[in-house]
């Protein structure tokens, strides 16, 4: 089956309960990674400021800049994959007000991106709408938003209680009101997410949300087992990449130190004997 370039108005359309199969989400922040994820055959690529955390090792997703999510989106975008590129709008491109953001979301756009996602309900609203006014369109992401580490005080479950709950739903109405063609939820009870899901026209895609969102999406790095950190309760992991290249890098150092590397088949040599003696 040949696979056809993933658009947003086809992720827009992608809600389960009208027959459609569930959205494939994957992070990436490089050409190698995108090429992987695409010939996956995952629908969305998200160029996530996570790239703080599983590429640069930092503590939190705060140190990234607009520039920085410049960088690996352009880096995404010459893998020239059929999946949707969605890039995060790192911490401060959007909280000090519409103008800038329209410009930071324009710089991801002009970058390779075909969307942009923003954390945070009805605080955001405004730029959404100004965002999407200026015809960049937009993924809303509630729940456990990261961008808000200190807020709550460390990486935690949101929405446990009722009020909690009730408050992410309407939330949530307001980012779709607002224009978001898709919501990211993450971190949040199975019940709330479903609730969420039910209510909106747009598609949800869960991160730790439970099996009733529109989709789901995991970390590249989570997902093939690539860094030594503990991954959360919410991540499987489907291969061991970290292992099999310890392994693989360990076989090199070997044979370096031994000298089987390199040996003949590795060595370019003067076959047609040309080069006279250089000393």
């Not at 949040?188 to 479903?194: Q, W, Y």
């Not at 970390?219 to 061991?240: E, Q, T, W």
């Not at 150092?253 to 003067?270: A, I, L, M, W």
Request: with cysteine; aromatic share 6%; glycine share 8%.
């Amino acid at each position: 089956m040949i696979r056809e370039r993933v658009t947003v108005p086809s992720i827009r359309n992608s809600k389960v309960r009208l027959g459609h199969e569930p959205i494939s989400m994957i992070t990436a922040y490089d050409f190698p990674g995108a090429r992987m994820v695409d010939q996956a055959g995952a629908d969305m690529i998200l160029v996530g400021d996570s790239l703080a955390m599983v590429v640069l090792g930092h503590k939190d997703t705060l140190s990234v800049t607009i520039d920085d999510m410049v960088h690996h989106t352009k880096a995404v975008a010459a893998a020239d994959p059929l999946a949707l590129i969605v890039t995060d709008m790192p911490w401060m491109s959007y909280h000090t007000g519409t103008k800038d953001a329209v410009v930071g979301a324009s710089k991801l756009i002009r970058a390779g991106a075909s969307a942009v996602k923003i954390e945070g309900g009805a605080i955001r609203a405004k730029v959404i709408k100004a965002i999407v006014e200026a015809e960049i369109p937009v993924v809303g992401h509630l729940g456990l938003t990261p961008q808000s580490v200190n807020k709550f005080g460390g990486f935690r479950v949101q929405a446990k209680s009722n009020e909690q709950a009730q408050a992410l739903l309407e939330d949530a109405k307001t980012v779709e009101a607002a224009g978001a063609f898709c919501l990211v939820l993450e971190a949040i009870p199975d019940v709330v997410a479903k609730a969420v899901t039910n209510t909106l026209s747009i598609p949800t895609i869960g991160i730790g949300a439970g099996a009733q969102c529109d989709g789901q999406v995991l970390v590249f790095h989570d997902i093939l087992g690539y860094g030594s950190k503990k991954p959360p309760k919410f991540v499987k992991r489907y291969a061991n990449l970290e292992e099999l290249g310890i392994e693989g890098l360990a076989r090199y150092v070997k044979d370096v130190r031994t000298g089987h590397f390199p040996d003949d088949t590795q060595t370019y040599h003067d076959s047609d004997g040309v080069i006279s003696k250089l000393y």
